[in-house]
């Protein structure tokens, strides 16, 4: 499904800005599929705009229609490894609708002027708001929340900026977000540095090399601009001693005050001729973050606290592997809180396990300041050779998490809203 206008591929730099608004816990935005609009496919998208009562009237807000591949990823045509669900002009069961939660309204109390196709309701932790579909309507949302700066290489927005270094997509340096308090009330980046890190013995396992950040070069392959996310396809090989080791298909879904990344990534058969017991890390290493907080779904009620060591209660939480549906909740105390979850969809029979370092002298490369204060994400150890991996990464920015504890923060950011269509 198709209603934004692709840009020429990048060769060298992207940038994600963003045009957030600050809001509720619900502003993030929400995803329906294509088959809550069943009476509508085979419909060409594009003669459809959404509404709200807004004051008493109906007025335009804005949507964006996602396409997905059959393959089950989020599809783009310079993607040659997979091929589109039906038509990209029309409607069907695997298309994803964007909205905000919030722009949604109250149902209709009389008579409109605008012809109404049918109402859209939309359920979330108990609330319910009403959107209605028009068709052929002159008005048209004229709001966007996603540009685009390949100069700069910085994404920007009303609530943050994340700037990368050295025009790679995977160098994520400054992290700003509005209302953080720093030290001494200075301007202070939240992020050190965005690390990867691919690890194997080299022609036996006695003899092990480590490549990192600065050792992936992705390829920007298409961008989608949209009014609700930038959509970018990116692609990275990885060659040792002129074997193929490693090859990555990243598609970004970038939105107001979330990302979502969608990863595959194989070591192909023909690399286990040169390395030996792949091991992968992925993780964000906060600046100086000390007294920050942090909690996940599957280490039961230890939590742990950044002070520049590592605690008995962080030592059991690195013992026990990733599982479920997850999340892992980070708070600062100081004006920004994280929530991430991690979903495994294909290839994971070795377990993850929470990467976890809390100390104020470690030096882990690529770094830009010094300790790991703390460094989080995950690890995959003995990685098999020749399979597809598939797995997904969500991320949501807030100043607090509003007073609720971080199993019910997270229940309401990430339950699914359930929505229903009434023809008019």
Do not use: C
């Not at 608004?21 to 609009?37: M, R, V, Y």
């Not at 107001?256 to 030996?276: D, Y």
Request: proline fraction near 6%; aromatic fraction near 12%.
């Amino acid at each position: 499904m198709k209603n934004n206008k692709r840009l020429p591929t990048l060769t060298a730099a992207l940038l994600f800005p963003l045009l957030a608004l600050s809001g509720p816990l619900h502003a993030q935005i929400i995803t329906l599929t294509g088959d809550t609009f069943k009476v509508l496919h085979g419909k060409q998208s594009g003669l459809y705009s959404f509404f709200t009562m807004q004051d008493g009237r109906l007025a335009p807000v804005p949507h964006q229609w996602v396409q997905w591949s059959e393959q089950g990823y989020p599809y783009f045509e310079e993607d040659d490894s997979t091929s589109p669900v039906g038509d990209p002009l029309r409607i069907d069961a695997e298309d994803r609708l964007l909205l905000r939660f919030e722009d949604g309204g109250k149902p209709l109390g009389g008579p409109v002027t605008e012809q109404v196709a049918a109402e859209l309701a939309v359920e979330q932790d108990g609330e319910t708001r009403y959107f209605y579909l028009i068709k052929n309507a002159y008005l048209q949302s004229t709001d966007r929340y996603v540009q685009f700066d390949p100069q700069s290489m910085t994404i920007k927005s009303t609530d943050y900026a994340l700037s990368m270094a050295d025009g790679n997509l995977f160098n994520w340096s400054d992290f700003y977000f509005r209302g953080f308090e720093g030290e001494n009330g200075e301007r202070q980046s939240i992020l050190d540095t965005l690390k990867l890190r691919l690890s194997a013995g080299l022609f036996g396992e006695n003899n092990r090399i480590t490549l990192n950040n600065n050792n992936l070069d992705p390829k920007v392959k298409q961008v989608i601009n949209g009014p609700l996310a930038a959509l970018v396809y990116a692609s990275t090989s990885v060659t040792v001693a002129k074997v193929p080791v490693l090859r990555i298909n990243n598609y970004f879904l970038v939105m107001p005050k979330q990302m979502e990344i969608h990863s595959r990534f194989t070591l192909p058969g023909i690399a286990e001729t040169v390395v030996k017991r792949p091991a992968l890390d992925i993780s964000l290493d906060g600046n100086g973050l000390y007294d920050s907080q942090l909690m996940t779904s599957w280490t039961g009620n230890h939590v742990a606290v950044t002070d520049g060591r590592l605690s008995d209660a962080e030592k059991a939480m690195l013992d026990k592997p990733l599982e479920g549906d997850n999340w892992i909740w980070f708070s600062t105390g100081r004006g920004f809180d994280l929530l991430a979850q991690l979903a495994f969809l294909k290839g994971f029979d070795t377990p993850a396990r929470l990467l976890y370092q809390d100390d104020a002298s470690l030096a882990n490369d690529p770094e830009r300041f010094p300790g790991q204060l703390p460094n989080v994400g995950f690890s995959l150890t003995d990685i098999p050779f020749g399979q597809e991996f598939y797995f997904v990464t969500r991320l949501f920015y807030s100043k607090d998490s509003q007073g609720l504890t971080p199993g019910n923060y997270a229940r309401q950011q990430l339950d699914e809203p359930s929505a229903s269509l009434k023809m008019e």
